[in-house]
């Protein structure tokens, strides 16, 4: 049975090292070599991750057992009243098991906690990722470049879903 369990600061490095196994996989016809490991360095080194743990980003893990699937990474924004989804990464031999809709459902539901009504997330406009998204109701509602840095760009579209709150 697939678990979602919340992350604590002791779990950072192994939410390094997921992102480290799947970025070659999930980026590896997107980006350039170079761009990857930047960006790598720059949104996961530990220092990183902790600053957004610090910051209220909050960390999920998907396991099966004691094995981990994946994981993500939420952000409430209550003067917005929006649920931000950060990340999700799952391990390649994890995808298409319906792991990242559980993700993504955990964390609309603690969006319905907070009375919010909507989630949003960027996604790389070529990542194979949309189709997932599109699947689960998000729509494309902006396209936008990001700058991240020597010379680098985050071509990402933002998605939103809206969720039901009673």
């Known amino acids: 049975m697939i678990t979602i369990e919340v992350a604590g600061k002791k779990d950072l490095n192994l939410i390094q090292k997921i992102a480290y196994q799947v970025w070659p996989v999930a980026y590896g016809e997107i980006l350039s070599k170079e761009q990857m490991v930047y960006m790598l360095e720059s949104f996961y080194s530990i220092a990183t991750l902790s600053d957004n743990y610090d910051k209220?980003?909050?960390?999920?893990?998907a396991k099966?057992?004691?094995a981990v699937l994946g994981f993500a990474g939420f952000e409430h924004f209550d003067v917005l009243e929006r649920t931000k989804i950060h990340k999700i990464y799952l391990l390649p031999e994890s995808q298409g098991k319906g792991v990242g809709k559980l993700l993504v459902d955990y964390i609309g539901t603690r969006a319905?906690?907070?009375?919010?009504?909507?989630l949003l997330l960027h996604v790389n406009r070529f990542n194979k990722a949309l189709g997932f998204y599109e699947k689960l109701g998000f729509k494309i509602i902006e396209e936008v470049d990001i700058e991240i840095g020597n010379g680098y760009l985050m071509e990402d579209y933002v998605m939103e879903r809206l969720l039901s709150v009673k």
């Open 64 to 66: 099966e057992g004691d």
């Open 56 to 61: 209220g980003c909050h960390f999920i893990l």
């Open 112 to 118: 319905i906690e907070k009375q919010f009504e909507t």
